[in-house]
């Protein structure tokens, strides 16, 4: 079936007017980043070109996809914006509070008894306004999404930051923090500045042990964490022509690691095979009708240098298999290239757990890729070395795989079935052959490999591969195997080689599903009551911010984050999940991952009212109670990974005024925006280390916080001396209203009164 038809077909016939409008006021010819940016103008046709990487632009998304991690905070700022139903399709996906620990049957039903408060809060909050409710087992959002409402040519946001994934079906779907999805909830545009492009052209074809995931690993290698920063990657070719639609949405979906808003690929066979393998024929029908606008302009493609701000060239006849890791997936080695590297730097060559699933591969052809290895390994008689996990990605995926046999496979290898859920790829997972801080290594599919994210070990080496590579390395048990070339001996003493993967792109006899798990609001939800009880340690209805306002001074150190600092970093996962409806607690976790640049210690900082040290949210909480503002300094690409926004909203509730870094990350730098914060970054990167432990802080210039202005702060020393320096930042006028009321809610909730 498919979902918001109506809205589809409208996005559609007015395509080609705004394209063809926008492409004589560009100029030239267009890519498919442009042409679906330019036709979701909130102001309909395009009176100007815009500048990349410059202009700030008002857009109108078609719908918004949230997981009920960070729904949780949405919409509890949306009960706030003083509207009867939601203005566009917007849906809640139950699968992050599911722990993975014992299989699927077993933690489910422990979820839905430790969460049911939250679970609940959601599904009622969610007929109220006229959302779409996913119930836990449901599946993985990105996985649903792309299986239910991901268009080719559509605009999409999301609380998450893999909401990219969608980009696999020809969308531009972006992750945002909850205060952007909540302005466009209530009918407002969504603010992005303009994107800067950059192209990837494939060619040849995916061959042997080589699969869509080595595409963007080798993509991430290349541009670092923070090389797509700003940017829309799009990807063409005959080589893109040749990958499935969910080998696609697997190379999207890690685009969040390169710092990429989003990225796309072009309408093209492997699509409409997908729309219509899941029941959406319609979909595909009218999407043909306009095929040539739902991807690059011929000329585009053909000279992609003269149209895109970068260029990347990937052959896929010659690509190779990678594993990323450890501690950060922009590391990239070729897995023939792995163990001599792995013995250099002291990784553990042991493997002892191979994970597969997480919403970067977790559709019906990667399970049935990997299970054409598991099976080998039974055939062949080998003893698998490795624990064995797999989350699939959806109910319908999983329904489907139990029917034709791949989740057996999986079984006869003693594996685990995790729920349909994100479950380790998050931190929700409950591993029990590990105590303590054990050095150890595990392979995955997932997409983030930080520090302590799947277990909270922080020694735990984790490497992200391929669906049928982490099988392979898993059954090996070694991270040095090279089933290209390296044999296993089985169990009558037999050298053996594994042989390459097979798969099938979609399941030959269709997919098919008893129960999908979606419930449907009622038209009126005006009679839905919302109840949230005072006594909650799950949930607590917000108090809006007030203003910080023009005059800082005397601020205090609180923390100077040293090295990479990411929303883990920031606000952690894992167990602190359960707290993500109530900022007062959740912020007990706030930057208590980060190291402290004195000390080098996690959540040691300095109170400079007392002279003594404590946890960075205690040192927080003191300076809010005494009315003393505290600054957080930052290095590079800071807030680099997931979309939470409770890593801006945390500081803001314990009284931080301002963070100050060498560079954002994109999400976060809006999130911080957004919650009527300062986001600032040195004009002299160097300043940094002018930062002491001791320093006082003040704004001399605030009074004067306009577009493109630099600001002054002056640092005072213990010792009296002073530095000042020079900060710049990238508020336009409406975020620095947004400043201005205490937050952007504020300003949404003003507007709604008049």
């Keep these: ?42 102001d309909g046709n395009a009176a100007k070109g815009y500048i990349r990487g410059k202009d700030y632009v008002d857009f109108a998304p078609d719908r918004i996809a949230c997981q009920d991690a960070t729904a949780q905070m949405a919409l509890l700022q949306f009960m706030q914006a003083g509207k009867n139903k939601v203005a566009v399709p917007t849906t809640v996906h139950c699968d992050h509070l599911i722990q993975a620990k014992q299989g699927a049957n077993l933690d489910l039903k422990r979820a839905n008894d430790v969460s049911k408060e939250v679970f609940d809060f959601l599904a009622s909050v969610s007929n109220k306004y006229g959302i779409g409710f996913w119930k836990p087992g449901a599946g993985i959002i990105h ?50 500045k303009f994107p800067k492009l950059i192209g990837v052209k494939l060619t040849g074809k995916l061959n042997g042990w080589t699969s869509a995931k080595d595409v963007i690993l080798k993509v991430a290698g290349i541009l670092t964490v923070k090389g797509g920063t700003g940017a829309i990657v799009e990807y063409f070719g005959d080589g893109a022509k ?32 997908y729309l219509r393998a899941t029941d959406r024929n319609e979909v595909a ?70 994970l597969i699933g997480s919403c970067t591969n977790s559709s019906y052809e990667d399970l049935s890729r990997a299970a054409s290895i598991a099976k080998q390994a039974v055939d062949k008689k080998l003893v698998t070395k490795a624990d064995f996990g797999i989350n699939p990605g959806s109910e319908q995926v999983r329904y489907t795989a139990e029917r034709d046999g791949i989740l057996k496979v999986f079984e006869d290898l003693n594996a685990t079935i995790f729920t349909n859920a994100c479950g380790p790829c998050i931190g929700q997972w409950d591993r029990s052959d590990l105590k303590g801080e054990e050095k150890n290594t595990i392979v995955h599919s997932f997409n983030r490999n930080f520090s302590k994210r799947a277990d909270g070990n922080p020694n735990t080496h984790a490497f992200v591969g391929s669906p049928e590579m982490v099988a392979a390395i898993a059954i090996s048990g070694r991270l040095d195997f090279d089933p290209m070339n390296d044999t296993l001996i089985n169990e009558d003493g037999e050298a053996v080689k594994l042989d390459e993967p097979k798969g099938l792109e979609l399941p030959p006899l269709g997919f098919d599903v008893k129960d999908s798990g979606y419930v449907e609001p009622v038209k009126d939800g005006s009679n839905v009551e919302v109840s949230v009880s005072p ?5 607590q209805l917000l108090t809006p911010f007030e203003p910080i306002g023009n005059e800082i001074r005397g601020a205090k150190l609180l923390i100077k984050a040293f090295g990479k600092c990411t929303t883990d970093h920031i606000s952690m996962a894992g167990p602190w999940l359960r707290f993500r409806g109530h900022l007062d ?126 600001l002054t702060l002056e640092i005072v020393h213990a010792n009296g001396s002073k530095d000042v320096i020079k900060l710049n ?26």
């Design 585 to 710: 607690n959740i912020s007990n976790n706030c930057l208590i991952g980060a190291v402290n640049a004195f000390g080098k210690k996690t959540n040691f900082v300095k109170n400079q009212l007392t002279d003594e040290y404590g946890g960075v949210p205690d040192v927080a909480r003191a300076y809010k109670a005494a009315g003393v503002k505290s600054i957080v300094v930052g290095d590079h690409n800071y807030g680099e990974g997931s979309s939470r926004e409770h890593a801006a909203m945390e500081p803001r509730h314990l009284g931080v005024a301002a963070v100050i870094v060498k560079s954002f990350a994109r999400i976060h730098e809006t999130n911080l925006k957004k919650q009527g914060m300062l986001g600032l970054t040195f004009d002299n990167e160097a300043d940094y280390d002018l930062i002491q432990e001791d320093d006082v802080f003040n704004f001399i210039d605030l009074n004067e916080f306009s577009p493109e202005k630099q």
């Design 729 to 754: 930042h990238t508020y336009n006028q409406s975020q620095i209203d947004w400043y201005n009321e205490g937050s952007a809610l504020n300003l949404i909730k003003k507007e709604n009164l008049k």
């Design 535 to 539: 006594t909650s340690e799950r949930l």
């Design 143 to 192: 996985q649903v999404v792309l299986e239910n409402y991901a268009f080719p040519g559509g605009m999409m946001i999301g609380t998450d930051s893999h909401t990219v994934n969608a980009g696999g079906l020809g969308m531009v779907a972006v992750g945002v923090g909850g205060a952007d999805a909540v302005d466009v909830m209530a009918g407002m545009a969504w603010e992005l």
């Design 242 to 273: 040749n990958l499935s639609c969910t080998g696609k949405g697997t190379i999207c979906n890690m685009g969040a690691e390169i710092g990429a808003t989003t990225s796309t690929f072009g309408y093209d066979a492997s699509m409409e095979r």
């Design 285 to 354: 029908d009218e999407a043909n009708k306009i095929k040539e606008y739902l991807t690059g302009d011929p000329e585009v493609y053909a000279e992609p240098e003269k149209y895109f701000d970068q260029v990347i060239e990937i052959n896929l006849d010659t690509l190779r298999p990678y594993l990323n890791g450890p501690f950060t997936p922009d590391l990239a080695t070729p897995v023939g290239e792995l163990g001599a590297k792995a013995k250099a730097n002291g990784w553990p060559i042991k493997v002892d757990w191979g």
């Design 1 to 42: 079936m498919a979902f918001d038809i109506k809205m589809i077909k409208e996005v559609y016939a007015r395509m080609a007017e705004r394209v063809d409008i926008a492409r004589n006021k560009v100029g030239k010819p267009l890519t498919l980043a442009e042409k679906i940016l330019y036709n979701h103008l909130w």
